[in-house]
């Protein structure tokens, strides 16, 4: 009974500091503090201590977007992107992204290039993109490094260079990224931009088929089939294609029927 009226007591007290803290915020944000109507509106977005309220959401965010508070520009653009709470506007997403863009934010960097290469609410430019996507991969954005990576290879925006387009690959995977891991094993498996390194181009296939790569695990499932860079291992390589195939990749039922793969189930 102790421990229950304890715990019931501790309970009582958090909420009412929490309750208090919430009212300070509110008045802090009222008050026209921008730190304060940010973070307010990323609780009501979220439901953090309050009921799920994208209108409050909204109001409390946009209130600090004009302030001038990066941050809460780029989510404001982010939210018109989606239509969280709001009419979805590309124009007005630009809008936003752009102003936070031009503070530095990494992740509206990275939006805008994004609106630019999908010519949503401003007219299409490889060129633009490229460059958006470059200021936001400087400041370490993973998504960025990839798709800068994508620019050098392809072309787009970019002349191509794969050697650029393998060290901002190698950039994005070193964070994780799996497209980007899976992007960097594909350079280092065909020698573009890099000396080819089968050895590499598995260690990072594997890396990207961890995550759920499809492609990734198409691709090391064939090397395990051949022993590229590893050992031979049938298993192994039946396992990855049925994943890969589950994944969308049709080439691995090639596979799977070819080698009867289904033997080493």
Known sequence: ??????????????????AQDL???LGKAKQGDANAQFE??????????????FTQAYHWIEKSALQGKREAQCTLGNMYYNGDGIIKSYKKAFYWF?????????????????????GQGISKSDEKAAYWYELSAEQ???????????????GQGKPIDFKKAAYWYKRSAEQGNADGQYSIGVMCYN??????DLKKAAYWYGKSAEQGNA?????LGVMYLYGQGILKDLKRAAELMEKAYEGGVELAKTQWDENELWRYK
């Open 98 to 118: 752009q102003k936070s863009a031009e503070q530095g934010d990494a992740m509206a960097q990275y939006n805008l290039g994004l609106l630019y290469i999908k």
């Open 140 to 154: 370490g954005d993973a998504m960025a490094q990839y798709y800068l990576g994508i620019m050098y290879s392809e």
């Open 1 to 18: 009974m102790k421990i229950i009226l304890w715990t019931a007591l501790m309970m009582f007290i958090f909420s009412a500091s929490f």
């Open 40 to 53: 307010l509106g990323i609780k009501y977005a979220n439901g953090n201590g309050v009921y799920k309220d």
């Open 191 to 196: 020698g573009y931009g890099v000396l080819r």
């Open 215 to 219: 492609k990734a695990q198409y691709n």
């Open 23 to 25: 009212n300070s915020l």
